[in-house]
């Protein structure tokens, strides 16, 4: 049974930096597609960013240049270093994994980030 449990989440002031992981467990997750996704009260969960196995990112343009997202294939770990945050980067921020198939989900974890 495929499982995504996120850590890192918190409170920080405009400006700061947060670092996000997520570890993957059930699978070996081999050519998998791992990333972040993030959703605002009152708005629809958008993409953040994600990582291939072979390593090819994808970084919304709202995040390009202050986000970094890195995996590490052999523990299974995804994770997003956050910097310059801003307070519209409020939000729960979910893990997400493409695999075999099928799309996963963490349970999410809290971002806010005080003007």
């Known amino acids: 049974q495929v499982q995504l449990v996120e850590s890192g989440g918190g409170l920080v002031q405009a400006g700061g930096s947060l670092e996000l992981s997520c570890a993957a467990s059930?699978?070996?997750?081999?050519?998998?597609?791992m990333g972040w996704y993030r959703q605002a009260p009152g708005k629809q969960r958008e993409l953040v960013a994600t990582?291939?196995?072979?390593?090819?990112?994808n970084y919304a343009d709202s995040v390009k240049g202050r986000f970094t997202i890195s995996r590490d294939n052999a523990k299974n770990i995804v994770y997003l270093q956050m910097n310059n945050l801003k307070p519209e980067d409020t939000a729960v921020y979910y893990c997400?994994?493409?695999?075999?198939?099928?799309?996963?989900w963490g349970q999410g974890t809290q971002v806010t980030i005080s003007s």
């Open positions: 997400n994994v493409l695999f075999s198939g099928r799309v996963y």
């Open positions: 990582m291939t196995s072979g390593s090819s990112t």
């Open positions: 059930g699978s070996t997750f081999t050519r998998s597609v």
